[in-house]
């Protein structure tokens, strides 16, 4: 059971909006910086948002990060086919001492 | 452009070690912490280790505290986990990541080197 969580799968049409909760505590979340990857199966994970809501370079601004509390969010609009992937939130604990990733959330394009 | 390449990976009996190694190309290595993140075959992202820059501060999961052990050689520009005691559940495909901020976020990650621990 992962220290993050997240919602196993979501699905939504191509043009959508989809928002993708990550929820922890104040140990993780609630006191660190927050960064989403976005994974195709069979290839490395990607960065989307890094320190909760900034993109690196290349990065579309449909994907956009936001933290509130013990809680962040990816948001995803204007849903491509190519979006299709396994979606992560990581973040550091401090209680564990370790960076912890969420479960992911495996995002179906209709 | 930051080209990083992890190799390595293989088939050990349960018991057995394996050394990963990451090469690194395209920026100041000695200006990254490092980690590596794994991957059990259909499940999600797991952290493993991470080393500053200096190499002077290592990170463990629980999981492989006293077992594994990470490395560089930032003459090589090369990041290495040793991997000892390997158990069923060290089956995964591992990756090494570069940490470029202080706030414990990964933009370039290696292509994957699978290791399976099986008898």
């Known amino acids: 059971q992962s220290v993050l969580t997240q919602p196993p799968s979501m699905s939504a049409a191509p043009g959508q909006r989809v928002r993708i909760s990550c929820s922890g505590r104040?140990?993780?979340?609630?006191?660190?910086?927050v960064s989403w990857y976005q994974q195709i199966p069979g290839t490395p994970p990607k960065l989307l948002i890094f320190d909760n809501n900034k993109r690196p370079s290349g990065i579309p601004d449909r994907f956009s990060g936001s933290r509130s509390g013990t809680s962040a969010a990816l948001v995803i609009t204007g849903l491509q086919t190519g979006d299709e992937a396994d979606y992560y939130c990581a973040t550091w604990d401090s209680s564990l001492n370790l960076v912890v990733f969420g479960g992911g959330t495996k995002l179906t394009v209709l | 452009e930051v080209h990083l390449v992890d190799s390595g990976g293989g088939l050990v009996q349960p018991g057995g070690s394996l050394r990963l190694s990451c090469a690194a190309t395209g920026f100041t290595f000695s200006s990254s912490a490092m980690s590596w993140v794994r991957q059990a075959p259909g499940k999600g992202l797991e952290w493993v280790s991470g080393?500053?820059?200096?190499?002077?501060?290592?990170y463990y999961a629980d999981s492989v505290k006293g077992r594994f052990t990470i490395s560089r050689d930032n003459s090589q520009n090369t990041m290495y986990l040793q991997m000892n005691s390997l158990r069923g559940d060290d089956t995964a495909v591992y990756y090494c990541?570069?940490?470029?901020?202080?706030?414990?976020?990964?933009?370039?990650w290696g292509q994957g080197t699978l290791v399976t621990v099986s008898s």
């Open positions: 990541a570069r940490e470029p901020g202080s706030s414990w976020w990964f933009d370039s």
């Open positions: 080393i500053s820059g200096s190499g002077g501060s290592t």
């Open positions: 104040s140990s993780n979340i609630g006191n660190y910086y």
